[in-house]
């Protein structure tokens, strides 16, 4: 079991550390990437220590050198996540970009590669119209399954739903779209 985990840029960066362990201590081997941003709330130097792998950051990270390269790194895994999913990477996903590394091996990866998205935001970036209608056309796909965020006090202090779900039911997801072995 192949987990490639991706991580973008928002406060709850920090639990994907947490399901990193979980996943780990599941059995999966963890391959993260992360966007830029993401970096800004967790270091990569912390996935690496839990997973033992290099943390992917850069889309040309390792290509030629005898690395994983970005479309190595898509047929390596047998299911993918993001957790958090923002905003941003949402509406790149939705609209085929690939622009950094996360998305680049996100819209390499295999036909029939399952995607567990978990997004996490401002509840008023997640009720605009145009989040909705992304996490729509993702969820019309046959490659994307959610995790929709969960209800409670915002990071910014607002209320209302936008919080990334617990860590153990984005992994209950993983688990329940992971390809027998």
Not at 12 to 30: I, P, Q
Not at 91 to 113: E, H, I, N, Y
Not at 128 to 149: C, I, K, M
């Amino acid at each position: 079991m192949r987990l490639l985990l991706g991580v973008t840029g928002g406060i709850a960066a920090y639990k994907a550390c947490e399901l990193t362990s979980l996943a780990m201590k599941a059995g999966y081997a963890v391959q993260v990437i992360m966007t830029a941003h993401a970096t800004r709330f967790v270091g990569p130097v912390t996935f690496e220590g839990l997973t033992g792998r290099p943390v992917m950051t850069d889309t040309f990270e390792g290509a030629g050198a005898g690395g994983i390269d970005h479309i190595e790194l898509a047929k390596w895994a047998t299911v993918a996540c993001v957790a958090p999913a923002t905003a941003n990477v949402l509406a790149k996903l939705a609209c085929g970009l690939a622009d950094d590394a996360l998305t680049t091996v996100f819209m390499a990866l295999r036909r029939g590669t399952p995607c567990v998205l978990a997004p996490a935001m401002n509840t008023e970036m997640w009720l605009h119209p145009v989040t909705q209608r992304n996490v729509g056309w993702l969820g019309e796909l046959d490659r994307y399954s959610f995790v929709a965020p969960t209800a409670k006090r915002l990071a910014c202090g607002d209320e209302g739903v936008g919080a990334l779900a617990d860590p153990i039911d984005i992994l209950a997801a993983i688990q329940a779209r992971t390809p027998p072995a």
